[in-house]
């Protein structure tokens, strides 16, 4: 392929990603990616408080890799906050079980199990920076032989994840499962 082949394809490449941006903050400045949405047909509200617990319950095969759900997570305060819906009104839950809980390990621990740093530490921090309280699955954390000292300390501990989820939806808050 001749070098003037390659040159068209990057420069559309190079132009599309600056007109179709992603970007990141104003709430997570490291994760969250959104991307502008031009007058949609539904719009968002900024007059009512968004209550939402996220519910994640799988995480990636590779302890390596970031979780999607918590990058979501992410997102969800980002992309309102840009909307218009002010960051006081955004009160988010996330609770972490199943396959979502070795997340919840702190960096030594999770170096010392599968042997590379977790990837969801300074998420975990900006999270709880913004209000966001995170909490980990006690009865996942038994069943993973999780130690509860070695859990980051960004991350609160339940009784079950199932317990969060009841209370949360009856304090007002909807179950956004991941």
């Given at each position: 392929?001749?070098?003037?082949?390659?040159?068209?394809?990057?420069?559309?490449?190079?132009?599309?990603?600056?007109?179709?941006?992603q970007?990141?903050?104003?709430v997570?400045?490291?994760f969250?990616?959104?991307?502008?949405?031009?007058?949609?047909?539904?719009?968002?509200?900024s007059?009512?408080?968004?209550?939402?617990?996220?519910?994640?319950?799988?995480?990636?095969?590779?302890?390596?890799?970031?979780?999607?759900?918590?990058?979501?997570?992410?997102?969800?305060?980002?992309?309102?906050?840009?909307?218009?819906?002010?960051?006081?009104?955004?009160?988010?839950?996330a609770?972490?079980?199943?396959?979502?809980?070795?997340?919840?390990?702190?960096?030594?621990?999770?170096?010392?199990?599968?042997?590379?740093?977790?990837?969801?530490?300074?998420?975990?921090?900006?999270?709880?920076?913004?209000?966001?309280?995170?909490?980990?699955?006690?009865?996942?954390?038994?069943?993973?032989?999780?130690?509860?000292?070695?859990?980051?300390?960004?991350?609160?501990?339940?009784?079950?994840?199932?317990?969060?989820?009841?209370?949360?939806?009856?304090?007002?808050?909807?179950?956004?499962?991941?």
């Amino acid at each position: 392929m001749r070098t003037s082949q390659l040159i068209l394809p990057a420069c559309f490449l190079f132009l599309s990603s600056l007109l179709f941006a992603q970007d990141y903050g104003p709430v997570i400045q490291d994760f969250g990616p959104t991307w502008e949405v031009d007058n949609p047909d539904y719009p968002t509200s900024s007059d009512l408080p968004y209550r939402v617990v996220f519910d994640v319950a799988k995480g990636p095969e590779s302890p390596a890799d970031q979780n999607p759900s918590l990058i979501t997570l992410a997102r969800f305060l980002n992309m309102h906050a840009k909307a218009g819906v002010p960051v006081e009104e955004l009160k988010v839950i996330a609770v972490l079980h199943g396959g979502a809980a070795k997340h919840a390990l702190d960096d030594q621990a999770y170096q010392e199990r599968y042997g590379v740093v977790n990837p969801h530490t300074d998420l975990f921090r900006q999270l709880k920076e913004a209000g966001v309280k995170v909490y980990l699955c006690g009865q996942s954390m038994h069943a993973r032989k999780l130690p509860q000292d070695s859990i980051n300390p960004n991350i609160g501990l339940a009784l079950s994840a199932m317990t969060v989820l009841i209370k949360a939806q009856a304090e007002g808050y909807s179950v956004i499962s991941m």
